[in-house]
T-cell receptor
């Protein structure tokens, strides 16, 4: 079946513009995560959804960042008034159930990410 | 807060040989999970191996094994019989028991020389 799908694959935007990044998780996966990977760095947690609720949004770096999830499926990460330091790869992941990152039987599935470049 | 450190930004190994990637972490918790993820150029993160902190036995998955030293807070990855397809970025990650997020190290770029 299809994996986690993210769009666009690449996005170039001008400083100050708003951008929306989309994540289509695997069908039936209730948990959804957003991570950010800056150049040469590891992944930085942004937000976690269980269904349409976000019990943990502690990683969002500023109020310019927001995310929503509708229908327990698609999620959109929005960055308002983009800055150059927002340039990074934004990765989405989903799992059948929470805590499944620890399970081989229900592992965390990652998408291929969106590379955002703010000029 | 927990931190994960990978002290080797880059490593290289000859094909068919063995290589060990290092990872240390800092935590005051006793129950947690540790992971190694592989990231090829496609950017997709792939789970390689995982370890539960309460298990003393080191995890093994085919050519991949770990050396988990809980007291030393060390979690190294050994890749045996290295193959060209093993070339990628490798990330060590930590997850607290009951938490959802993973805490990642900075990564190690592994090159396989033919």
């Amino acid at each position: 079946g299809a994996g986690v799908s993210q769009s666009p694959s690449n996005k170039v935007t001008e400083k100050g513009k708003d951008v929306e990044l989309r994540c289509d998780p695997i069908s039936g996966h209730t948990a959804l995560y957003w991570y950010r990977q800056s150049l040469g760095q590891g992944l930085e947690f942004l937000i976690y959804f269980q269904g349409n609720s976000a019990p943990d949004k502690s990683g969002l770096p500023s109020d310019r960042f927001s995310a929503e999830r509708t229908g327990g499926s698609v999620s959109t990460l929005t960055i308002q008034r983009t800055q150059q330091e927002d340039s990074a790869v934004y990765l989405c992941a989903s799992s059948f159930r929470p805590g499944a990152a620890s399970s081989y039987n229900s592992p965390l599935h990652f998408g291929n990410g969106t590379r955002l470049t703010v000029t | 807060a927990q931190t994960v450190t990978q002290s080797q930004p880059e490593m290289s190994v000859q094909e068919a040989e063995t290589v060990t990637l290092s990872c240390t972490y800092d935590t005051s918790e006793s129950d947690y999970y540790l992971f190694w993820y592989k990231q090829p150029p496609s950017r997709q993160m792939i789970l390689v191996i995982r370890q539960e902190a309460y298990k003393q036995q080191n995890a093994t998955e085919n050519r991949f094994s770990v050396n988990f030293q809980k007291a030393a807070k060390s979690f190294s990855l050994k890749i045996s019989d290295s193959q060209l397809g093993d070339a990628a970025m490798y990330f060590c990650a930590y997850r607290s028991e009951g938490a959802q997020k993973l805490v990642f190290g900075q990564g190690t770029r592994l090159t396989i020389n033919p």
